[in-house]
Each structure stands twice: as structure tokens, then as C-alpha cells.
């Protein structure tokens, strides 16, 4: 199994960037896939996951009603549209696919099987 984002890149603080996931040896739409990103100095944070089994969706509170995740399951591949960027978004965003997304109250739990290398985000004030 093979996990890749994209997308990633240096934007200014208000603006908007589109990150994608594409996984080759599975089908995204049997899996749950989760986005995290990891900054400087921080802990890794759960920041979306996508449940196929029933489309739910999950936002951490961070950054709710400013990212939203999709899927295109014909391209096998899953979205992040970031929208209304701030600096504090900066980091390394990491895409990752298990059987469920997991969660312990609110937080997004980083326990999933395939994990991609991750792509940069960074946004400037």
C-alpha cells in the first residue's frame, strides 16, 4: 500500500490551498482516511478524518467551518480545501488511511495503518 499527498505549498494568511491523497494497493472507498499535520515544536494533530462507511465527516475544532474534506472514490483519492489560511496552519500535513476513523471525544486519533510522507504547508502572515 502506497499513500502520497499533494498539494502542499507556501500561501499568505486568508488564502486557500487544496491538498490531495491517492492511494495505490487499496480502495479509499472501503477505508476511513484521516488528515494530520505536525508543526514545529508540536504534536502530531488529528485535523479531519472521512468515514466511507457511512460519510461522516470529522473536523478537529481548530479548523472547523474553514477546512472541508472530500472524496472522489472513481479517482481513488481523497481532498483537503483549506480555506482562510493562518500562520498557525503551518505544518507538515500527513495523510493516513485505516478501517475507521478514530476518535476520543473531539480529537482525531493518529492510529491508522498507511501513512503517507507528507507535504508542507506553510502560510504567511
Known amino acids: 500500500v502506497r499513500v502520497v499527498e499533494s498539494g502542499g505549498g507556501l500561501v499568505q494568511a486568508g488564502g486557500s490551498l487544496r491538498l490531495s491523497c491517492t492511494a495505490s494497493g487499496l480502495t479509499i472507498g472501503d477505508h476511513a482516511v484521516g488528515w494530520f499535520r505536525r508543526a514545529p515544536g508540536k504534536e502530531r494533530e488529528g485535523v479531519s478524518c472521512?468515514?466511507?462507511?457511512?460519510?461522516?465527516?470529522y473536523y478537529a475544532d481548530s479548523v472547523k467551518g474553514r477546512f472541508t474534506v472530500s472524496s472522489d472514490t472513481g479517482e481513488n483519492a481523497v481532498y483537503l480545501e483549506m480555506n482562510n489560511l493562518k500562520p498557525d496552519d503551518t505544518a507538515v500535513y500527513y495523510c493516513?488511511?485505516?478501517?475507521?476513523?478514530?476518535?476520543?471525544?473531539?480529537?482525531?486519533?493518529?492510529?491508522?495503518?498507511?501513512w503517507g510522507k507528507g507535504t508542507q504547508v506553510t502560510v504567511s502572515s
Open positions: 493516513a488511511v485505516d478501517e475507521r476513523c478514530l476518535r476520543i471525544g473531539t480529537s482525531i486519533m493518529a492510529i491508522m495503518d498507511h
Open positions: 472521512i468515514s466511507h462507511d457511512d460519510g461522516a465527516t
